[in-house]
């Protein structure tokens, strides 16, 4: 469903979104940030403020934000935040849209991509300004997630459900095997030996199973220290085209991921990252790709038949210099909603979620990643990370060793893009005669329209 919404908004909407990161010049149609926020909610004595939270969590994931929420009502006496599930993220975006500005959420979580339509439509507050005002202390925050949220040294939400892009394997496969999982997954071209090996050795039904996802295509080319886009990778100001094609990251990674989708130990497992997991799952197949937040799901389905394991994504090319990953996920926004109060009661739950104590126990509940460094050294969740979920250290390892270059293009029509972009990888695919200067010529053609429209209507 999620995907069959993304289609029809990239049919139809004239505003797209886009992800935000590192501190450099904004774009000319960023909104200035304003200093005149109210950072301390006045209550009447026997009165409480109430606060609307949408978000688009659902099932276990869903059960912690209540928690979450619950825990923050029950530790304060002035505030009371009502969470209100609102369907995946685009169509939580859509709701958003068809409400009158300032009769919506109070608090709204949205997907990364969301950030630039979010700051275009200038239906939020700046969290920078709550930020300074309040003289909250945000070094703790870890900075590679900060920053794919901050434009020109603004951070305009505050990060909430991060995750990083892994690969995903079997582990008693991969051992038995006679692999080291950092050898095996190094680079694409170590895949299909690996892949391989896991069928003839490691007694999986299929070795490979790369999901055609585009969060990982792009994940990749910031791997290979590339651009996707020109301005800066679209920071500097607005995007005008794709450069994947001129700086030489895209041919090669399409090129290794045709020819490993190829392999008879290979297998695409549609479009997403919903099959892929579902089948790995199932203990007959060697490695996938995704988030890290995936491992609590993927663990249960397991059902202890085998043992999930991390390893980092793999470089492109052995001789890759100063690439990395960029975080995923979503964030929290305040809400212009012209009531002061509620937005310093909003603020109040954001610092709230945001603690290290509650970001450990939310990365236990979802295994997403803590936004707080000091999270990691809180003793509950080191043995959560020792005894219960190792791999995640890859992840968070990761994203730490980063970069703020990898931080994430930005782009005003990213939903539309990855359309694109995931449509033209399965036809790459699942048709022998299309060559990937075929498939990188038609994905930078078709989002270089995209981008076009967008600027000339925007």
């Known amino acids: 469903m999620k995907r069959i919404i993304a289609f029809i908004l990239a049919a139809t909407m004239v505003v797209s979104f886009v992800g935000c990161a590192k501190s450099e010049p904004a774009p000319s149609s960023t909104a200035a940030a304003s200093s005149d926020v109210q950072i301390e909610a006045k209550v009447e004595a026997g009165q409480k403020i109430n606060l609307v939270f949408w978000h688009s969590m659902g099932g276990r994931i869903g059960e912690t934000i209540q928690k979450l929420v619950t ?49 275009d439509s200038k239906y939020a507050l700046v969290m920078e300004d709550f930020i300074k005002k309040d003289n909250y202390d945000i070094s703790d925050y870890e900075p590679n997630i900060l920053a794919y949220y901050k434009l020109n040294g603004t951070l305009y939400s505050m990060p909430f459900n991060c995750s990083s892009p892994v690969i995903i394997y079997n582990k008693e ?33 299929v070795g490979s199973a790369l999901p055609d996802y585009s969060w990982l295509f792009e994940q990749e080319i910031g791997m290979q220290g590339k651009d996707f886009l020109d301005q800066g990778n679209g920071r500097t100001d607005r995007a005008t085209k794709v450069v994947i094609a001129e700086n030489g990251a895209g041919l090669p990674l399409l090129t290794k991921w045709k020819d490993l989708a190829s392999q008879p130990y290979s297998k695409t497992f549609g479009k997403g990252t919903s099959e892929a997991y579902k089948q790995f ?67 109040e739950f954001v610092k709230f979620a945001t603690q290290a104590k509650q970001q450990a126990e939310w990365s236990i509940g979802t295994g997403y990643l803590p936004i707080r460094k000091s999270a990691l050294e809180l003793d509950f969740y080191k043995d959560y990370l020792k005894n219960v979920n190792p791999a995640l250290q890859v992840a968070i390892d990761s994203l730490a060793n980063s970069n703020a270059r990898s931080a994430g293009s930005v782009m005003a029509v990213f939903p539309k893009a990855r359309v694109i972009i995931e449509n033209e990888i399965e036809t790459m695919i699942n048709d022998p005669a299309v060559k990937p200067e075929q498939t990188l010529e038609n994905i930078v053609r078709d989002i270089n329209k995209e981008i076009e429209i967008y600027n000339k209507t925007n």
Request: proline fraction near 3%; glycine fraction near 12%; aromatic fraction near 8%.
């Open 281 to 347: 799952g199932t203990g007959t197949v060697g490695f996938i790709a995704g988030s890290c937040s995936a491992y609590t799901d993927i663990s249960a389905s397991a059902q202890g038949k085998f043992s999930v394991g991390f390893a980092s994504l793999p470089k492109v090319n052995k001789d890759d210099q100063g690439g990395g990953t960029s975080v995923g996920g979503g964030s929290l926004w305040i809400m212009d909603n012209k009531d002061a109060n509620k937005a310093a009661a909003a603020w």
């Open 71 to 119: 825990d923050f009502n029950a530790s304060q006496d002035k505030i009371v935040v009502e969470a209100q599930f609102q369907g995946n993220y685009d169509e939580a975006i859509t709701k958003l849209r068809a409400t009158t500005p300032g009769q919506g959420p109070d608090i709204m979580q949205l997907y990364d991509i969301g950030t630039r339509w979010m700051i």
């Open 173 to 205: 496969a991969l051992e038995k095997a006679g692999l080291d999982p950092k050898a095996a997954f190094a680079t694409f071209d170590d895949l299909k030996p690996t892949a391989e090996a896991l069928v003839s050795k490691g007694g999986m039904t």
